[in-house]
């Protein structure tokens, strides 16, 4: 090709998902001339397309179908009295996909982004080689380059997934009739949220992992009650299990043997045993870059790779593994790239939101972080059933958690169970970026009634005990 021909940019971003977008948006912003390649027609990766979007629209159609929030409204009975449709099911995530991508094209248009379609990989460490659909080849030179490939579900040998019956978190999106019997493989976050979305449904939903704790980074409070509620939710759990071979020879039923001998036969599988990085058609050899385990790229703490031009975040750098942080390391990598004090460093403190049913979040530290680095502290507890706004809502099994420091009472973690967990743990964010403690729950006067009215009876509740000072 004539070198001419080759177009130049300051920033190249592979991948379209929430990374590689924000990264070229916060490039943009900063005035730089910039290129985004997605392999697919659509912008949006495993974030809008496969992962956060479409799981948390169907979790919040599975609930409004069933009528779940109103359950326990005393004397009033809205649930699901028939089966819910696929159609029905399916409908809202794909308006609710397609209106995201159209904001996310718009934003990218507006930081004047180039945007080319097909799958690039390295032909040396500045030049980026785009193979488009119809084999057509473009060549991009980039002073600067972010990974943003993404992740892809592991696919374990054990499962035939070339069968309609077996499929993974990409393609239960593609369900075409509502399975009676799922089972579902992987106790971990995504297999968590879907048996949660499909038994509120009424489908028959088996959870089957190698563990016997379901999610164990949470706090173990928290985890024994999700388990509670979601077993009650008509989840049935099938703890140190392991699936040794799946037999999908027979039309109808897939037979699933587990390690322990026992037998299960369904119409639905569903495997969620983890996330391997988008790395292999990168040619990284061509860059200077190695891959690790799971084809994880190796970065410091600005997002940058062993080649100093050359960044990468999101979920092909590996663990949290989330939308919410792939998209704050992509700015940070951008500031560091271009010498801008934008974003230098991802916050110290993440949170994580699990969109089970009923919903978790935490922030911060837990009773065993604290007991490990040997720091006495305090915890407060207000239970969402001893409030109005629990009582209204009829949430019976919430409760928000609250760690202090003992002492000068600091608030050093938030973990919270029940409904709008995953937006209340932001309160206890905020509190704990601005250092505050106890005191300022007992300043802040809350509307009435709301949840946010947790956090002043749990910083009570620590206040109180902390007048004995020991672990609690
Ligand atoms: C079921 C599920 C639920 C989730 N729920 C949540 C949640 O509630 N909250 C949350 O924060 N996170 C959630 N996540 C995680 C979240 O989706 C990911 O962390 C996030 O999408 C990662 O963003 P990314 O930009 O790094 O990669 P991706 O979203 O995977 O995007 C990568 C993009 O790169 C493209 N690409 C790959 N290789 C090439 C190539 N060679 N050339 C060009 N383009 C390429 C891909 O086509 C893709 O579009 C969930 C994930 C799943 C699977
Ligand atoms: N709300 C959120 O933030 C959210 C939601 C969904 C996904 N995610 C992201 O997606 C990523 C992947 O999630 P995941 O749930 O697929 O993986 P995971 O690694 O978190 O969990 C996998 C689970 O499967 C079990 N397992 C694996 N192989 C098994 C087998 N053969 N038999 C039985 N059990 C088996 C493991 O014990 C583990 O509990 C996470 O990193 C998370 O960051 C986030």
């Given at each position: 090709?004539?070198?001419?021909?080759?177009?130049?940019?300051?920033?190249?971003?592979?991948?379209?998902?929430?990374?590689?977008?924000?990264?070229a948006?916060?490039?943009?912003?900063?005035?730089?001339?910039?290129?985004?390649?997605?392999?697919?027609c659509?912008?949006?990766?495993?974030?809008?397309?496969?992962?956060?979007?479409?799981?948390?629209?169907?979790?919040?159609?599975?609930?409004?179908?069933?009528?779940?929030?109103?359950?326990?409204?005393?004397?009033?009975?809205?649930s699901?009295?028939?089966?819910?449709?696929?159609?029905?099911?399916?409908?809202?995530?794909?308006?609710?996909?397609?209106?995201?991508?159209?904001?996310?094209?718009?934003?990218?248009?507006?930081?004047?982004?180039?945007?080319?379609?097909g799958?690039?990989?390295?032909?040396?460490?500045?030049?980026?080689?785009?193979?488009?659909?119809?084999?057509?080849?473009?060549?991009?030179?980039?002073?600067?380059?972010?990974?943003?490939?993404?992740?892809?579900?592991?696919?374990?040998?054990?499962?035939?997934?070339?069968d309609?019956?077996?499929?993974?978190?990409?393609?239960i999106?593609?369900?075409?009739?509502?399975?009676?019997?799922?089972?579902?493989i992987g106790?971990?976050?995504?297999?968590s949220?879907?048996?949660?979305?499909?038994?509120?449904?009424?489908?028959?939903?088996?959870?089957?992992?190698?563990r016997?704790?379901?999610?164990?980074?949470l706090?173990?409070?928290?985890?024994?009650?999700?388990?509670?509620a979601?077993?009650?939710?008509?989840?049935?759990?099938h703890?140190?299990?392991?699936?040794?071979?799946c037999?999908?020879?027979?039309?109808?039923?897939?037979?699933?043997?587990?390690?322990?001998?026992?037998?299960?036969?369904?119409?639905g599988?569903?495997?969620?045993?983890g996330?391997?990085?988008?790395?292999?058609?990168?040619?990284?050899?061509?860059?200077g870059i190695?891959?690790?385990?799971?084809?994880?790229?190796?970065?410091?703490?600005?997002?940058?790779?062993?080649?100093?031009?050359?960044?990468?975040a999101?979920?092909?750098v590996?663990?949290p593994?989330?939308?919410?942080?792939?998209?704050?390391q992509?700015?940070?990598?951008?500031?560091?790239?271009?010498?801008?004090?934008?974003?230098?460093d991802?916050?110290?403190?993440?949170?994580?939101?699990?969109?089970?049913i009923?919903?978790?979040?935490?922030?911060?530290?837990?009773?065993?972080s604290?007991?490990?680095?040997?720091?006495?502290?305090?915890?407060?507890?207000?239970?969402?059933?001893d409030?109005p706004?629990?009582?209204i809502?009829?949430?019976?099994t919430?409760f928000?958690?609250?760690?202090?420091?003992?002492?000068?009472?600091?608030?050093?973690g938030?973990?919270i169970?029940?409904?709008?967990?995953?937006?209340?743990?932001?309160?206890?964010?905020?509190?704990?970026?601005?250092?505050?403690?106890?005191?300022?729950?007992?300043?802040?006067?809350?509307?009435?009634?709301?949840?946010?009215?947790?956090?002043?009876?749990?910083a009570?509740?620590?206040?109180?005990?902390s007048?004995?000072?020991?672990?609690y």
């Amino acid at each position: 090709m004539n070198p001419e021909s080759i177009q130049q940019f300051d920033l190249i971003v592979i991948g379209g998902g929430p990374a590689g977008a924000s990264g070229a948006a916060a490039a943009g912003f900063l005035g730089k001339h910039v290129a985004l390649v997605e392999k697919t027609c659509d912008l949006g990766g495993a974030g809008i397309n496969t992962g956060t979007i479409p799981s948390k629209t169907l979790r919040e159609t599975a609930l409004a179908l069933s009528g779940w929030r109103s359950r326990r409204l005393f004397g009033v009975d809205l649930s699901l009295r028939r089966a819910a449709t696929i159609g029905e099911f399916m409908g809202h995530q794909q308006n609710v996909i397609a209106a995201e991508r159209d904001r996310s094209e718009a934003r990218l248009a507006a930081r004047g982004v180039a945007r080319f379609t097909g799958s690039a990989s390295f032909v040396d460490p500045h030049l980026i080689r785009i193979v488009q659909a119809g084999g057509t080849e473009i060549l991009l030179r980039g002073e600067k380059i972010l990974i943003a490939t993404g992740s892809s579900p592991l696919r374990p040998a054990e499962f035939c997934f070339s069968d309609d019956r077996v499929h993974d978190s990409d393609e239960i999106l593609l369900l075409e009739a509502m399975p009676k019997k799922l089972v579902v493989i992987g106790g971990g976050v995504i297999g968590s949220e879907y048996a949660g979305t499909f038994a509120s449904l009424g489908v028959e939903t088996h959870l089957v992992d190698g563990r016997d704790t379901l999610m164990p980074f949470l706090d173990p409070e928290i985890s024994r009650t999700l388990a509670s509620a979601m077993a009650e939710n008509g989840v049935q759990f099938h703890w140190k299990e392991r699936v040794t071979s799946c037999d999908a020879t027979k039309p109808g039923e897939v037979v699933l043997t587990l390690s322990s001998g026992a037998t299960l036969s369904c119409d639905g599988v569903l495997v969620c045993a983890g996330r391997k990085s988008n790395t292999d058609d990168l040619n990284l050899a061509a860059a200077g870059i190695a891959p690790g385990n799971r084809g994880l790229i190796p970065v410091n703490g600005h997002y940058q790779s062993a080649v100093p031009h050359i960044y990468a975040a999101g979920d092909v750098v590996g663990p949290p593994a989330l939308a919410a942080t792939g998209i704050e390391q992509a700015r940070v990598a951008v500031s560091d790239a271009f010498g801008s004090t934008f974003k230098s460093d991802l916050a110290t403190l993440l949170p994580t939101g699990i969109y089970t049913i009923p919903e978790a979040s935490m922030i911060g530290e837990t009773e065993a972080s604290l007991r490990e680095k040997g720091i006495e502290f305090v915890v407060g507890r207000a239970r969402y059933c001893d409030l109005p706004r629990g009582e209204i809502i009829g949430d019976q099994t919430g409760f928000l958690k609250l760690i202090f420091r003992q002492g000068d009472m600091r608030l050093l973690g938030v973990h919270i169970i029940g409904e709008q967990a995953t937006e209340l743990v932001h309160v206890g964010l905020i509190a704990m970026l601005a250092e505050a403690g106890a005191e300022i729950f007992n300043r802040a006067c809350f509307n009435y009634p709301t949840l946010g009215d947790l956090y002043k009876y749990a910083a009570y509740d620590a206040l109180a005990k902390s007048e004995q000072p020991q672990m609690y």
